[in-house]
């Protein structure tokens, strides 16, 4: 009895409201479709992980392209051109989606199946070896890294949208975003734990590669159980018109688009804070000169997630019609720009003054740590707060033209991110280029004063530069918390006097 009554109760919890309170406008999301649409969030943690962060780079110049003559320039290329690919692969999916009519929705067919050829092609990628010859090892990638951007596109557009058409309730978006947050968070670190962990056990500490395909088949596995929770538990509520908008329609609206385009110049400039990530495992194995640290240089962000994805939504949903989305974004940025000033100036003697060839001190090492957590946090909640914006994008063309088109304009902001991974990895490893970085499979080598002077600043002083120079934009996002509030308010008038219109029509 004890048991069927606690299965009664997650139950109902599952099926309980998100949002309780009055907040102005009505609300939809219950727990079962908050933490479903979050599970699939941690199904893409899980694939960016292992094919778009810093453990890609590692794997690609230390251990595919160890014995090419110019393994960083290699990489570097590869990455630069698929990620260019990548990005322009974006808005044409956004325009399918938007295109999409079918039973299951817009987005969700689309969730129901490319996540399987994600997790394939993903496995894939990582059977390549060092000692395969030098050719075959770069088509290979080439062509893998094309396959990984396509099947992905289909998978991380139509996640994006549904978020959108998911609820029009501000507060529930956000609080969606937040528990998304934090599930990518903890699902998404597993791989890049395991990987940075693999230095501690005996097997992989010697066979790297290994410890990079055993994380893929894990990832693989989890990617399609996780989004099969997504499709089922998520509804499309937000309503789309039965005419099809025109491919040349779906691109026109972008230029009635101010704060889109504003938030698109952010994102430009937020690639120089991208820079850091690309190159964290170079930092850490080369300048700290000890690879261990990165287990906790990964796990010390996820209190950074946690703040985010818990702290936000109760933020907003405390403050009410006083909450105001783009304040939000340039607090976090000014907080960013000091706690990154504070690393560098704490920091630079012990990593920079200390004997080449010595691992950090102690007191140094759990310094780094820390200021790696703090910086986390400002970056996380930009991150959150930054998807409620692209949200209110899409409902501002919807109120200024009619037509709402929650594909193209999502994969806009997709398109940017795609171009800050794409110019961060390919900066970050011609830089080291640049500076004659040596690579080396296993354990630490010694690099030169150039290569480490690139590591210390890439990691400190360039991404307090990138959210300087991102507030300039924020200045002109044009879209205020009432202003958005008066925006929905308007939107709903106008689809209920078109309903009514319709069924008028229809007698």
Request: charged share 20%; aromatic share 12%.
């Given at each position: 009895?004890?048991?069927?009554?606690?299965?009664?109760?997650?139950?109902?919890?599952?099926?309980?409201?998100?949002?309780?309170?009055?907040?102005?406008?009505?609300?939809?999301?219950?727990?079962?479709?908050?933490?479903?649409?979050?599970?699939?969030?941690?199904?893409?943690?899980?694939?960016?992980?292992?094919?778009?962060s810093k453990y890609i780079n590692y794997f690609l110049t230390n251990i595919l392209f160890r014995k090419l003559q110019d393994p960083m320039g290699v990489a570097s290329r590869i990455r630069f051109f698929c990620g260019i690919f990548d990005a322009i692969n974006d808005p044409m999916m956004g325009v399918i989606v938007d295109r999409t009519r079918s039973k299951e929705g817009q987005m969700r067919p689309y969730i129901r199946w490319a996540p399987i050829f994600v997790s394939?092609?993903?496995?894939?990628?990582?059977?390549?070896?060092?000692?395969?010859?030098?050719?075959?090892?770069?088509?290979?990638?080439?062509?893998?890294?094309?396959?990984?951007?396509?099947?992905?596109?289909?998978?991380?557009?139509?996640?994006?949208?549904?978020?959108f058409s998911i609820t029009p309730n501000g507060v529930e978006r956000t609080k969606l975003f937040g528990t998304g947050s934090i599930l990518r968070s903890v699902v998404g670190a597993l791989p890049m734990v395991f990987v940075a962990g693999a230095s501690w056990l005996p097997y992989f500490k010697d066979h790297t590669p290994q410890a990079y395909l055993t994380s893929a088949v894990f990832c693989a596995v989890g990617i399609f159980f996780l989004t099969r929770l997504t499709y089922r538990n998520t509804r499309e509520r937000v309503p789309h018109h039965e005419d099809i908008p025109s491919v040349r329609e779906c691109f026109a609206l972008l230029l009635k688009n101010r704060p889109l385009f504003m938030l698109f110049i952010a994102n430009i400039f937020f690639l120089l804070v991208k820079i850091t990530e690309q190159v964290s495992f170079y930092f850490v194995a080369d300048l700290m000169f000890t690879t261990k640290y990165n287990i906790f240089i990964d796990i010390v962000k996820f209190p950074g997630f946690l703040v985010a994805g818990i702290g936000v939504p109760k933020i907003i949903e405390h403050m009410g019609k006083k909450a105001d989305s783009k304040r939000f974004y340039q607090i976090c940025c000014i907080t960013a720009i000091v706690l990154h000033i504070l690393f560098a100036l704490c920091c630079w003697h012990g990593l920079m003054g200390k004997t080449p060839g010595t691992a950090v001190s102690l007191p140094v090492g759990i310094l780094i740590v820390l200021f790696t957590g703090l910086t986390s946090i400002p970056l996380e909640c930009k991150n959150l707060i930054q998807k409620e914006m692209e949200a209110e994008t899409v409902d501002y063309v919807e109120w200024k033209t009619g037509k709402r088109v929650d594909g193209i304009m999502l994969s806009i902001m997709s398109f940017t991110g795609k171009i800050e991974n794409t110019f961060s990895a390919s900066i970050g490893l011609f830089v080291l280029g640049l500076t004659h970085y040596q690579a080396h499979e296993n354990g630490s080598l010694v690099q030169n004063d150039a290569t480490n002077w690139a590591l210390f600043l890439l990691t400190t002083v360039v991404p307090a530069i990138g959210y300087l120079l991102m507030l300039i934009p924020m200045h002109f996002y044009n879209i205020t918390g009432e202003g958005h509030r008066r925006m929905i308010r308007e939107i709903q008038e106008r689809n209920a006097q078109d309903t009514g219109a319709l069924h008028e029509t229809d007698v």
């Amino acid at each position: 009895m004890k048991e069927k009554s606690g299965i009664k109760s997650i139950r109902a919890f599952l099926d309980s409201k998100i949002v309780k309170k009055d907040v102005g406008e009505e609300t939809y999301l219950t727990w079962r479709e908050n933490i479903s649409y979050g599970l699939g969030r941690g199904a893409q943690g899980m694939s960016t992980s292992m094919t778009s962060s810093k453990y890609i780079n590692y794997f690609l110049t230390n251990i595919l392209f160890r014995k090419l003559q110019d393994p960083m320039g290699v990489a570097s290329r590869i990455r630069f051109f698929c990620g260019i690919f990548d990005a322009i692969n974006d808005p044409m999916m956004g325009v399918i989606v938007d295109r999409t009519r079918s039973k299951e929705g817009q987005m969700r067919p689309y969730i129901r199946w490319a996540p399987i050829f994600v997790s394939i092609v993903m496995v894939l990628f990582f059977i390549g070896s060092g000692d395969a010859p030098a050719w075959l090892n770069i088509a290979w990638t080439t062509f893998l890294f094309v396959a990984l951007d396509v099947t992905y596109t289909a998978f991380d557009i139509p996640m994006g949208a549904l978020a959108f058409s998911i609820t029009p309730n501000g507060v529930e978006r956000t609080k969606l975003f937040g528990t998304g947050s934090i599930l990518r968070s903890v699902v998404g670190a597993l791989p890049m734990v395991f990987v940075a962990g693999a230095s501690w056990l005996p097997y992989f500490k010697d066979h790297t590669p290994q410890a990079y395909l055993t994380s893929a088949v894990f990832c693989a596995v989890g990617i399609f159980f996780l989004t099969r929770l997504t499709y089922r538990n998520t509804r499309e509520r937000v309503p789309h018109h039965e005419d099809i908008p025109s491919v040349r329609e779906c691109f026109a609206l972008l230029l009635k688009n101010r704060p889109l385009f504003m938030l698109f110049i952010a994102n430009i400039f937020f690639l120089l804070v991208k820079i850091t990530e690309q190159v964290s495992f170079y930092f850490v194995a080369d300048l700290m000169f000890t690879t261990k640290y990165n287990i906790f240089i990964d796990i010390v962000k996820f209190p950074g997630f946690l703040v985010a994805g818990i702290g936000v939504p109760k933020i907003i949903e405390h403050m009410g019609k006083k909450a105001d989305s783009k304040r939000f974004y340039q607090i976090c940025c000014i907080t960013a720009i000091v706690l990154h000033i504070l690393f560098a100036l704490c920091c630079w003697h012990g990593l920079m003054g200390k004997t080449p060839g010595t691992a950090v001190s102690l007191p140094v090492g759990i310094l780094i740590v820390l200021f790696t957590g703090l910086t986390s946090i400002p970056l996380e909640c930009k991150n959150l707060i930054q998807k409620e914006m692209e949200a209110e994008t899409v409902d501002y063309v919807e109120w200024k033209t009619g037509k709402r088109v929650d594909g193209i304009m999502l994969s806009i902001m997709s398109f940017t991110g795609k171009i800050e991974n794409t110019f961060s990895a390919s900066i970050g490893l011609f830089v080291l280029g640049l500076t004659h970085y040596q690579a080396h499979e296993n354990g630490s080598l010694v690099q030169n004063d150039a290569t480490n002077w690139a590591l210390f600043l890439l990691t400190t002083v360039v991404p307090a530069i990138g959210y300087l120079l991102m507030l300039i934009p924020m200045h002109f996002y044009n879209i205020t918390g009432e202003g958005h509030r008066r925006m929905i308010r308007e939107i709903q008038e106008r689809n209920a006097q078109d309903t009514g219109a319709l069924h008028e029509t229809d007698v």
